[in-house]
Nanobody, 116 residues
């Protein structure tokens, strides 16, 4: 059974940085997409950043220029480097892997709090 294991989030001051990682515990093939969503208190889950099957990256407008998604295919791991963090980035962050045949996999969620 494949599981996605996310790194711990944390409390960061405004303007600070944090790097999240998400590693698949088993082998996953035919990955169509991978990336990150987030959910802030009282709000709907929001897509943040992702890789498409061709390797292209995409970001929600609110994080462009501040967040960078990367991956290590050999380790089945996706990363989210978050710089210049703002209080409005406070949320639970979830990683995802969407596959062609095995369905969707989600991380357990990790809390990121941006506050002074």
């Amino acid at each position: 059974q494949v599981q996605l294991v996310e790194s711990a989030g944390g409390l960061v001051q405004p303007g600070g940085s944090l790097r999240l990682s998400c590693a698949a515990s088993g082998s996953i093939s035919f990955i169509n997409a991978m990336g990150w969503y987030r959910q802030a208190p009282g709000k709907q889950r929001e897509w943040v950043a992702g890789f498409l099957r061709g390797g292209q990256t995409s970001y929600v407008d609110s994080v462009k220029g501040r967040f960078t998604i990367s991956k290590d295919n050999a380790k089945n791991t996706v990363y989210l480097q978050m710089n210049s963090l703002k209080p409005e980035d406070t949320a639970v962050y979830y990683c995802y892997f969407f596959t062609a045949f095995a369905g969707q996999f989600w991380g357990q969620g990790t809390q990121v709090t941006v506050s002074s």
